[in-house]
């Protein structure tokens, strides 16, 4: 029977083949938080009627169906590739690093067309200790949020746009990635500059310098707008697929130690510099840890103050936003880890 209670709950995915039509989830994650929700358009057709003074439940309807929420985990080292791909609507495929146990996983931005998921989440009922099995089709990541900071693990949030909900499906059975571990603040390294350069379909960088300023948060944010409202005759109120109808945005943000060399001169020079975020820890096969980068080769920082708050150090946050430099992917996150597929 379980707990009766959220430690029995789980979630998981898998990318569909035809828009909308749901799969079996083949991919899990444990979670933190989720609010998918099913959110109906009610049409409440109100008239004027002698004797009536109240709305009546016959003139009341749907006329449209959405799916929208997010989903909050902790990054693990193992299990992660689909939602990346997802993310950023990247090509990537799980790659043998030579004769190892490693595999590598380039994620560059990429068409968000035709790379929707299916998202089960199981929610354990209290009364009868049922897990109940909710399960959105048609799902596209239009926003995703990743942070590290002092003391915590590297946390990433999804924010998710759906077309409908079905708790008729059976609930999947889950299966999650042996062994695997968390990423945290202790593996992370920063740095800023260099020369940037691809080659093999990856994104390197040379020469960059590692941050001297105690930065105590890096947080990343993407968006990728989509016409998320394309309803049609005929489609019985299911939204057509989720189209991209604006620029994709990456911006980010450094909560740091007031430095005025190394960031706050950088502001004022307006100038464009290359940014890498790299963590990694123990041993994915021998010589090759279990890794997770991101790489900027055109940030600009667009917004930086320090300020005196009292006594204590004096800090200066910093905003930037990722561009295309016009040669090198506009960015790139690489994942080493014993998945042999996403």
């Known amino acids: 029977m379980g707990t009766r209670s959220g430690l029995d709950a789980q979630l998981g995915f898998a990318p569909e083949v035809t828009f909308g039509t749901g799969v079996t989830p083949t991919r899990f994650v444990e979670f933190d938080n989720e ?10 057709g109100e008239g004027l009627r002698a004797g009536r003074k109240f709305k009546r439940a016959s003139r009341v ?52 067309f035709g ?30 949020e990743m942070t590290v900071q002092d003391g915590d693990h590297l946390k990433l949030s999804v924010t998710m746009d759906g077309r409908d909900e079905d708790t008729g499906t059976a609930l999947a059975t889950a299966s999650y990635a042996s062994g695997a571990e968390l990423f945290n603040f202790s593996h992370a390294t920063l740095r800023l500059g260099g020369t940037p350069a691809t080659a093999g379909g990856a994104t390197t960088i040379t020469g ?42 990456v911006t980010g943000s450094l909560d740091a130690e007031f430095a005025k060399a190394e960031l706050y001169d950088v502001y004022k020079a307006y100038q464009a510099l290359a940014l890498e975020l790299t963590l990694e820890f123990g041993e994915a096969d021998t010589g090759e840890p279990f890794h997770l980068s991101f790489i900027a080769p055109a940030i600009k920082f667009k917004e930086s103050g320090p300020s005196v708050d009292g006594p204590g150090l004096v800090k200066a946050s910093v905003d930037f936003e990722v561009y295309d430099n016009g040669v090198d992917p506009a960015y790139q996150f690489r994942y080493v880890s014993t998945d042999t597929t996403l």
């Open 35 to 44: 609010d998918m929700k099913f959110m109906p358009t009610w049409l409440e």
């Open 208 to 249: 960059g310098t590692a941050v001297a300023a105690v930065v105590n948060q890096i947080q990343l944010k993407g968006e990728s707008p989509m016409a998320v409202d394309r309803y049609g005759v005929g489609n019985a109120g299911l939204k057509a697929e989720q189209l991209e109808n604006d620029y994709p945005t």
């Open 115 to 144: 790379k929707s998921l299916t998202v089960q989440v199981g929610r354990p009922e209290p009364g009868t200790g049922t897990v109940r099995p909710f399960t959105y089709t048609g799902c596209k990541v239009t926003q995703w």
């Open 61 to 112: 309807s749907v006329s449209r169906k959405d799916v929208n929420g997010k989903v909050d985990i902790k990054v693990p080292n193992k299990g992660l590739g689909l939602l990346l791909k997802a993310m950023i609507g990247s090509s990537a495929t799980a790659t043998q690093i030579g004769s190892s146990d490693a595999y590598e996983q380039i994620h560059t931005p990429g068409d968000m």
